[in-house]
């Protein structure tokens, strides 16, 4: 028996809940026990046709292209309050759709959305151009920052309330519509947030859900009346819709994947280190972009480093994400936790490297249990490659020259990090690193006032602060004669 009984499972399309119209529903499972939640329908072409038509239509009207910006700064206001008289809701629903511990939605994942709505909300009433002193005579000019459209928002399933709020909120206080597609394997709490749209007051149109997997999200890239795709998933989805979206010169905002470094330094703090970095590399039992994967540490303290990572990975506790003590959830899906122990299985054989010991897992849900591999070389593929699980490397260094080179020595380039005593050595090796983001003796964390992105194939453009204000706009010149 499944707690949830006031399931939203239908797609919003032009205010309306709709079941869909080709009749193929994809069921969405609960991770911790391996048990299908519900179903929700597959969206057709006709139906993404729907929601960006309805999105279009709403994007002309005088309801919400003649709203006032404070009008639009209370209407999301009102969803943040909503979502926050909701939140334990949101984040039981969230654990059981995802498996993330409720300790991570309900003190992580679900307040930091209300925060970013609030935030957007703040922006609303402050987005402005610039008068210009232009070289010619009698002339006045001026920039207005106009929105875009009809924006696509596609989600992932690793955060999959949060980052549909990091889309949605500054695409709203811009003055944009959307249409939303999350992931197929965790569609639940975008489908509830749905609701609490309409309740604040949002017209009809301005915000659309459609479900289903990459058919429907291809087809919603594809749609010619959609003037943005705002993508957060892999790199080679990403490069799919970068494609494509260059070809229809359509806006395109992509957060992709990641490999982050680590790099403790000999003079840092090895067990703040050990601390820190079983949070950077163990929350959400690894599936987040920006976890922190390969640890660069000096060869004379390497095996201390790996042996209290291990100890410290060891003696966390697996277990469903709503039972009370549960330090790590189970992975998304069977097929995620299945490719995850073959990296496993691919480190563990690889000459030089060791896995440190880890005990069975027991249970029904997708459990796996952290993997700690020591010894590891840059050339490994579970140094180079993304595995989006709890498979930490620890990778020793001579050199301190060669640090950021070897930091850098994958395709990715979202987040980093630096753990040293040494401020001057700290800052240096962060300003080199060719990474979106740099944490100095932190694990990492976000904030809707701090700009969030990749660099190399982790992404284009930037989310959060004012760059999301600019990833949903764009300058409009305007020139007066005076004569
Ligand atoms: P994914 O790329 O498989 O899917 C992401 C979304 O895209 C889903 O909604 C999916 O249905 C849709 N999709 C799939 N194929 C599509 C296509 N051809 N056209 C349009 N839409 C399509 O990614 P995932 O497995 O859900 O998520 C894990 C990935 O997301 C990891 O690589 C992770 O690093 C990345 N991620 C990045 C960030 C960031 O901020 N940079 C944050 C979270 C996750």
Same mark, same amino acid.
């Given at each position: ?15 309306? %809940? ?21 179903? =929700? ?6 139906? =993404? ?11 002309? !009207? ?42 991570? !939605? ?50 992932? %399933? ?45 017209? @009809?149109?301005?915000?659309?859900v459609v479900t289903g997997g990459p058919g429907t999200g291809r087809a919603l890239v594809e749609h010619p009346g959609v003037a943005k795709v705002s993508f957060t998933g892999s790199t080679e989805v990403g490069r799919e819709i970068a494609a494509r979206t260059g070809h229809d010169l359509k806006h395109v905002s992509l957060e992709l994947g990641g490999k982050a470094p680590s790099i403790i330094t000999s003079d840092a703090d090895i067990d703040a280190a050990v601390q820190g970095n079983l949070t950077g590399g163990l929350l959400n039992s690894g599936q987040v972009c920006a976890a922190y994967t390969r640890f660069f540490v000096d060869s004379a303290r390497h095996d201390e ?9 060891? !003696? ?10 549960? @330090? ?30 880890? !005990? ?17 070389? @840059? ?53 080199? =690193? ?50």
């Open positions: 028996m499944h707690p949830h009984t006031d399931l939203r499972t239908d797609m919003l399309i032009d205010g309306d %809940w709709i079941s869909g119209s080709c009749g193929g529903t994809i069921p969405t499972y609960d991770p911790g026990t391996g048990a299908v939640i519900t179903e =929700v329908p597959e969206a057709g072409e006709a139906d =993404v046709a729907a929601a960006v038509e309805a999105a279009s239509r709403a994007f002309e !009207s005088p309801e919400w292209g003649g709203m006032l910006p404070a009008d639009r700064a209370k209407a999301l206001l009102r969803l943040a309050d909503l979502l926050e008289a909701d939140a334990d809701a949101f984040a039981r629903l969230e654990t059981a759709d995802q498996g993330q511990p409720l300790g991570v !939605s309900s003190g992580f994942a679900v307040p930091n959305a209300v925060e970013h709505l609030r935030y957007y909300a703040g922006w609303a009433t402050k987005i402005t151009g610039v008068t210009t002193p232009l070289s010619v005579p009698d002339v006045d000019h001026r920039t207005r920052r106009e929105p875009l459209g009809v924006c696509a928002l596609i989600t992932p %399933w690793n955060f999959p309330l949060m980052i549909c709020v990091w889309k949605l909120a500054p695409a709203l206080a811009t003055g944009n519509t959307v249409v939303v597609k999350p992931a197929e394997q965790t569609p639940l709490t975008t489908l509830r947030l749905a609701e609490l749209v309409r309740r604040a007051g949002f017209p @009809d149109g301005v915000v659309n480093f790996a042996e209290k990572l291990a100890a410290g990975a060891a !003696s966390m506790k697996l277990g469903h994400g709503l039972t009370e003590g549960t @330090d790590l959830g189970p992975l998304v899906s069977a097929e995620h936790r299945d490719r995850v122990e073959r990296y496993v299985a691919v480190g563990r054989d690889e000459d030089g490297a060791r896995l440190h010991e880890r !005990s069975p897992v027991d249970g029904e849900g997708y459990f796996v249990r952290p993997a700690v591999l020591s010894g590891v070389t @840059d050339d490994m593929r579970v140094a180079r490659e993304e595995i989006f699980g709890p498979v930490l490397s620890v990778l020793p260094y001579d050199d301190p020259d060669e640090l950021v080179a070897r930091a850098d020595a994958t395709d990715h380039g979202l987040g980093a990090a630096v753990w040293s005593r040494d401020i001057a050595t700290a800052n240096r090796l962060a300003n080199r =690193v060719r990474a979106g983001t740099v944490w100095i003796n932190m694990p990492p964390l976000l904030d809707a006032a701090a700009s969030w992105g990749g660099m190399k194939a982790s992404g284009l453009g930037r989310e959060m602060g004012w760059s999301a204000i600019e990833a949903f706009t764009e300058v409009k010149s305007v020139w007066t004669h005076l004569g």
